[in-house]
């Protein structure tokens, strides 16, 4: 029976679908894709961490735990942020362990939004990340990156944006879809943008285990920057355990202890047998990381080879595992690109459009697939363009 | 029929400096190079050669240089022979004791043990025994014949403990019947 009314908030009913749902659905019909269109690695999760997660369930660690996460690997990640990216966060009071770094980003954004601040989001960027700041009541502003700057967000560009609401920057490096890396040198000018404006820096480093060419620097690391950064990251990517959901948050105290009120209320805890899993993965995962990072290494040098011999024009991008190759040329949209690449090669691509201002014009492909496959869709691709 | 291609070489050969071999210093990238062979002796140099961001010239050169190191000894499939009708076979391993001989140690006594060509590897083991030895034939008795007539007849040999394989699970880091699907969405985030 039909209601009277519709029960749906303004803010639900206003809310886009993502555009990558529209290629999945078309994708998911067909046989034999090829995907390049997963923005997850294709490795399995290291066998020591599955097999601590089975001996903790076989233990009887099936219950709740601390709220902000078992205190061993609140400890574990202080470590692994202090020895890894000279960080010092307390385990006790900076860090809580949640769900995904998509919870921790949920998190932070209802702590520190009030109705109408702004949030400047720099794109093309993870597509869910406007939605977010909407959801918590505040108004995402688009930052446009370039491809002449191989998508670095120019510290003049802040300025440019700012207005008097504008509370928090939300940065991602490496970033997802165009696996740009942001150098320590860039995130000191950032670091002087933000300070004179006095922001709170949004720094999603959930790829950060995951750069090819230099050693990856922490927003947080910045001098000065600790006390205005809440370090968003997790298990997902470097670890391979995205089905897992488990991220973290550190941060300042106030601001963390803020969180874990919501956290508390709205989550009660990240569970507990992949809670066991990441400790085992802190202990002992390192070597892991290593090999599978060098997987990815290769596969993004065969891929950016292949790109630009074909004639797609695409930057080497040091981080991730996504390149973001130009299709201007072809005249087409990225969507329609997608689309027919799809329809006619069977390879799904995620058209640029989707993560934002500035992704028009660009395809995101990941290279978390293996060689032989790359070398398969390169295959196609090149077909495809020809016949173009 | 479950083929799948691999690289015999040696890592000792790269860096064992102990040993009367001839022995390469080899760079990072003759390392990758190897890492690849191993994992699929079949890849195309061009794909090689984007993979490690050389041209096609130098993966030539440095693989040729390998194998005249005998770092790599040679390119052949990993066959699941088990997925063959008839041609399945029978593998065993072979624990030997020896007594070593002056002077030579036990290289003497197991070049006369691998020089059989139904013996597919011998190791020298620490431990309860001296020489591990891998063979294959087309069925038990012929293994069988193999070791009271040719293996324990040796004069050094003391003792043989023959363990059939029943079935391969894994083989030189090769998983034999993986699964191998794709368990992931085919477009996310």
């Known amino acids: 029976m039909k209601t009277s009314r519709s029960y749906l908030s303004t803010k639900a009913s206003q809310l886009k679908p993502s555009g990558i749902r529209r290629f999945f659905d078309l994708a998911s019909t067909m046989d034999n894709v090829i995907s390049l269109g997963v923005g997850e690695p294709d490795f399995v999760t290291p066998w020591n961490v599955i097999e601590a997660s089975y001996h903790s369930l076989e233990q009887g660690y099936t219950a709740y735990t601390a709220n902000a996460g078992i205190l061993e690997l609140r400890q574990l990640i202080a470590d692994y942020l202090f020895q890894s990216f000279q960080v ?8 809580i362990v949640t769900v995904g770094a998509s919870q921790a980003l949920d998190l932070a954004l209802r702590a520190i939004i009030d109705p109408g601040d702004e949030v400047i989001v720099v794109e093309p960027c993870f597509v869910a990340y406007a939605p977010t700041v909407t959801l918590a009541g505040g108004v995402p502003v688009p930052l446009e990156t370039l491809p002449e700057n191989e998508f670095k967000l120019q510290p003049e560009q802040i300025e440019a944006l700012v207005t008097e609401k504008t509370k928090a920057l939300l940065i991602c490096s490496p970033n997802n879809p165009t696996g740009t890396v942001l150098q320590k040198e860039d995130l000191n000018k950032i670091a002087e943008v933000v300070n004179r404006h006095d922001l709170i820096v949004l720094s999603d480093e959930i790829y950060g285990e995951l750069t090819y060419d230099e050693p990856y620097t922490s927003f947080a690391s910045i001098r000065g920057m600790k006390e205005r950064t809440l370090l968003l990251s997790g298990f997902s990517k470097a670890f391979a ?4 959901r488990l991220g973290y948050v550190a941060g300042p105290t106030e601001l963390i202890q803020a969180m874990l009120k919501i956290h508390q209320y709205t989550i009660m805890c990240a569970s507990t047998m992949a809670q066991h899993g990441a400790i085992e993965a802190l202990k002992n995962g390192r070597q892991s990381i290593l090999e599978m990072k060098k997987s990815y290494q290769q596969r993004r040098n065969f891929v950016v080879n292949s790109f630009n011999e074909i004639g797609l024009e695409c930057h080497r991008p040091g981080g991730a595992f996504y390149v973001f190759p ?3 040329h072809t005249g087409l949209t990225s ?11 069977k390879v799904a691509v995620v058209p640029g459009s989707v993560f934002g201002k500035g992704g028009e014009g660009h395809i995101r492909c990941s290279y978390a697939t293996s060689l032989k496959q790359l070398n398969e869709a390169m295959k196609r691709i090149k077909r495809f363009i020809e016949r173009l | 029929m479950s083929l799948e291609l691999g690289l015999i ?12 071999g001839r022995v390469m210093k080899v760079e990072q990238i003759d390392i990758d190079l190897l890492d690849l062979l191993e994992k699929n002796g079949r890849m195309p140099l061009d794909m090689i050669a984007k993979t490690l961001d050389i041209s096609i010239e130098e993966v030539e050169k440095r693989m040729e240089n390998l194998e005249n190191h005998h770092a790599i000894l040679g390119y052949s499939a990993i066959a699941n022979w088990s997925k063959v009708l008839d041609y399945e076979g029978v593998n065993a391993m072979i624990d030997v004791k020896v007594t070593p001989t002056r002077g030579v140690g036990f290289d ?3 070049e006369r043990i691998y020089r059989f060509p139904e013996v597919k590897a011998v190791y020298l083991m620490s431990g309860a025994y001296d020489l591990s030895v891998s063979i294959q034939g087309k069925t038990m008795s012929e293994i069988g014949l193999f070791v009271s007539e040719k293996l324990s007849t040796l004069d050094s040999v003391i003792s043989t403990t023959t363990h059939f394989i029943l079935k391969k699970y894994k083989h030189d880091g090769v998983i034999f019947n993986p699964d191998d699907d794709d368990k992931r969405i085919v477009v996310s985030p």
């Open chain 2, 9 to 20: 070489f040696t890592w000792f050969d790269l860096f064992d400096n102990s040993g009367k």
């Open chain 1, 326 to 328: 130009s299709i201007k």
């Open chain 1, 88 to 95: 010092k966060y307390k385990a006790e009071e900076d860090i």
């Open chain 1, 335 to 345: 969507e329609a690109f997608a689309e027919q690449l799809l329809q006619e090669e």
């Open chain 1, 241 to 244: 355990m995205t089905g897992w």
């Open chain 2, 108 to 110: 003497k006594i197991a």
